[in-house]
């Protein structure tokens, strides 16, 4: 480790704690619904939007509408999608004459970028064509998060009402994030991309001659404008195969500072908005500590055991750190926070890859994942799950004390508790399970490209990344066939909506509550007591459902590096 | 619930048509349009020519280099090696059998080039994309001695082009970007810049 990589690990840190309340009080104008600078230009839109699609945004819905609404336009988007990269081969914007997708590769690839996954088991260049990039992917990129973004508001609203029906409504929320947050970000920092060396053009292939004489034929396409909001909204899906480490992704070590910054800025800045939203800023301040805390230790760790590097490469002569899957230009402590980053948010950008890690290394993006991307999480997704384990320590700290718990001015009773249980419990399910069954079918075992433990952790890391909507990967996994991209498909389906209709129950059912102020036994929930109690439920949840698993891989992994033993 | 259904469909059919052209079309297409007025030459691919104007590279992404007249590029696992259509790691792990098999003969190249003590780390492995402009001054450096020799020009002024093209960027690593470092090696005066004569 260097002091210069803990300048950048800080100093990061420190970028995104001085935004997160600009950007909260931004975010807030939307939330309550109010006009923004913005309006005098993108108003007309939005209003031509709603009468078009005969929405009357003023007209709030109760939580089973607005769940509705959500899952019927995910399910059009999802359908479109999958339409538009069947049809590939026969819509213009294809330069490389590529054709269309399989059923099963469309069929995963649209869920995929629906559930703000963006897991690739497509490579980019090879199968994507300019127009599909554009109209199969940019669109879900900002839909996807926009998505999050108001069931979060949602959530919000149910904390924050009194004795009310309604949480809003869902197409106001979508429309406005998307215009007045999304949208005008990604215009200038698409700008500064292309400056920075993305490329954006509709055209295709480049021949190039290079200086030894050889032919190398050089990819570019729309690039800067896909490559902005797939950051900014968590979504992940890279132009090309490599993803962030692909240089026309991100040239410059000052590139991938933005890209890290885009990822969690608006992660930082909702837990501002929901402390204002309840009355108390405090409240966002001190979940985004127990965020900060848990992702800081992610770092410390991943960034330590990559720059120790492997000691079956130093046993060979190689000095430093493990550079196997990163790129010079941002060395180890910026790929070691990048991948600290998107793991934590649910992103699954990657500027190095991760299959390379060291074992330990490669544990925390994997851990971070299992632990449910609360860690400032996916846009909108990392707040409303992190209220969920909220939930669950409000419940453990009644619990001790003997009285019925209450969070931000509502009591939590049995049927919040039950669903949010019933939330978190779709993870170890849905990951274990389905990373069982693959270890032991044939199909599933055809999969990994490494041997040994590390090939369990492959197909471990496949199912944890699809379930948490992530989309990064231990690459090596060959996951392009009809059963992973299946049971990938629907494991990334049931990670998306059967966490969030029981969350928007959980909204509706708050809403609904009246207000009960604060008393004396009243346990509080801005002070260092709840940040560790938040960290703890944290912690031991995620670590009792995943220690066995992480065990049989990484733990592994990691035994038998150490004492030279190859796979 | 019918009802509720059916009245959900039209806006979710018809803010579906229209995103797909603000988001999909009319964002993608006013992006291209501003870029190429604003920044041509990143906007398509910061490409380099040669004086004849034939297209040698791009400032951003790597090429392979293998003779040993050049500084020679990282290990690629992007198709066989710098495939711009393929990008690629390796995605072997840290005690993968079939990585040591790859650094072997690898390492042991370097070695009989005279390169003595620890080898850079970025040198013999693969980067995350396959298509790594750069080296660290290092494993330039490393290479110094062997394009001296071969190119018959003193070690010192091949050193020098490695330190000149050297950028230190706080946010990253020092890199030099190995495209700027092979132009500047084939205009140094004295040294051919064609291979074929050279070899």
């Known amino acids: 480790m260097t002091l210069q990589g803990w300048f950048l690990i800080l100093g990061f840190v420190a970028l995104l704690l001085a935004l997160t309340k600009p950007v909260g009080i931004w975010l807030f104008t939307l939330y309550e619904g109010r006009r923004t600078p913005l309006h005098v230009v993108l108003g007309p839109v939005e209003r031509g939007f709603y009468k078009l699609a005969g929405i009357d945004p003023t007209v709030e819905q109760g939580w089973r509408r607005y769940a509705l609404h959500m899952l019927l336009f995910n399910a059009t988007l999802m359908a479109f999608t999958y339409a538009v990269l069947r049809l590939q081969g026969v819509l213009p914007g294809n330069p490389q004459g590529l054709a269309g997708l399989s059923p099963n590769l469309a069929f995963n690839t649209a869920i995929s970028f629906t559930t703000n996954t963006n897991w690739q088991s497509y490579g980019g260049e090879s199968t994507m064509s300019n127009l599909s990039q554009m109209l199969g992917l940019t669109i879900h990129n900002f839909l996807s998060a926009a998505t999050g973004i ?56 480049v021949e190039v ?76 301040w001190a979940i985004l500590s127990a965020m900060v805390i848990l992702f800081l230790a992610g770092v410390t760790i991943t960034y330590a055991q990559e720059a120790a590097g492997s000691p079956v490469l130093h046993h060979l002569g190689v000095t430093g750190g493990n550079m ?140 944890t990344s699809a379930v948490g909507n992530n989309g990064s990967a231990f690459a090596g996994l060959t996951a392009n066939t009809p059963y992973y991209n299946g049971l990938l498909g629907v494991a990334m389906w049931v990670g998306r909506f059967f966490i969030i209709v029981p969350m928007l129950a959980i909204a509706g059912g708050l809403a609904a509550k009246k207000y009960t102020p604060e008393s004396a036994g009243s346990f509080p929930t801005t002070g260092g007591l709840w940040i560790g109690l938040l960290v703890g439920i944290v912690l031991i949840l995620g670590g009792l459902t995943f220690l066995p698993s992480l065990a049989l891989g990484p733990i592994a992994d990691h035994l038998a590096m150490i004492s030279g033993k190859l796979s | ?153 003193p070690d010192e002024r091949v050193r020098k082009l490695v330190v000149d093209a050297t950028d230190a960027s706080i946010l990253g690593e020092p890199h030099v970007n190995v495209l700027a470092l092979n132009r500047a090696l084939d205009a140094l005066p004295g040294t051919g810049p064609s291979g074929a004569r050279l070899r």
């Open chain 1, 150 to 205: 108001a069931l979060a508001f949602a959530l919000f609203r149910g904390f924050a009402r009194r004795e009310s029906k309604a949480i809003g409504n869902f197409w106001a929320d979508v429309t406005r994030v998307t215009l007045y947050v999304l949208l005008p970000i990604s215009i200038v920092y698409a700008l500064f991309l292309i400056a920075s060396g993305v490329p954006q053009t509709m055209a295709g292939v």
């Open chain 1, 209 to 284: 001659q290079t200086l030894e004489g050889a032919k190398q034929s050089l990819l570019l396409g729309p690039v800067a404008s896909q490559e902005a909001i797939k950051m900014l909204g968590t979504n992940g899906g890279g132009f090309f195969n490599a993803n962030s480490a692909h240089p026309f992704e991100n040239p410059t070590a000052l590139t991938n500072l933005m890209q890290m910054l885009s990822i969690f800025l608006i992660g930082f800045g909702l837990t501002w908005t929901f402390g204002k939203a309840v009355g108390n800023p405090r409240q966002g």
């Open chain 1, 324 to 463: 196997e899957g990163k790129e010079v230009r941002f060395g180890i402590a910026a790929s070691a926070l990048f991948s600290v980053v998107t793991t934590a948010a649910s992103c699954g950008a990657v500027n190095s890859m991760h299959d390379s890690f060291t074992a330990l290394g490669g544990l925390v993006p994997l851990f971070n994942m299992q632990l449910g991307e609360v860690v400032i999480g996916g846009v909108g997704a990392g707040i409303y799950g992190f209220l969920l384990f909220a939930i669950l320590a409000v419940f453990v700290a009644g619990l001790m004390v003997g009285r019925t718990p209450e969070y931000v001015g509502k009591k939590i009773e049995a049927r919040e508790v039950k669903l949010a249980v019933l939330a978190i419990a779709v993870l170890p399910l849905m990951i274990l399970g389905l990373t069982a069954l693959s270890s032991v079918l044939a199909q599933g075992l055809a999969g990994p490209l490494n041997r040994g433990p590390h090939g369990f952790s492959e197909i471990l890391y496949a199912f």
């Open chain 2, 1 to 153: 619930m019918g009802k509720d259904f059916s009245s959900a469909l039209r806006p979710a059919i018809v803010m579906t048509i229209l995103f797909t052209v603000l988001l999909g079309l009319v964002y993608p297409l006013a992006m291209t349009g501003i870029g190429q007025a604003i920044f041509p030459s990143q906007a398509n691919g910061s490409l380099v020519r040669d004086a004849r104007g034939t297209v040698v590279g791009s400032t951003v992404v790597g090429q392979a280099f293998t003779a040993d007249r050049y500084f020679q590029t990282r290990p690629s696992a992007a198709g066989k090696g710098y495939d711009g259509l393929a990008s690629s790691g390796s995605n072997l792990g840290p005690a993968a059998r079939a990585l040591v098999d790859r650094l072997k003969p690898d390492i042991a190249r370097r070695r009989a080039e005279g390169v003595s003590g620890p080898i850079p780390a970025d040198l013999v492995t693969a980067s995350g994309s396959g298509l790594d402009p750069d080296l660290s001054p290092a494993a330039a450096l490393a290479q110094t001695s062997r394009i001296a020799r071969v190119r018959g020009v």
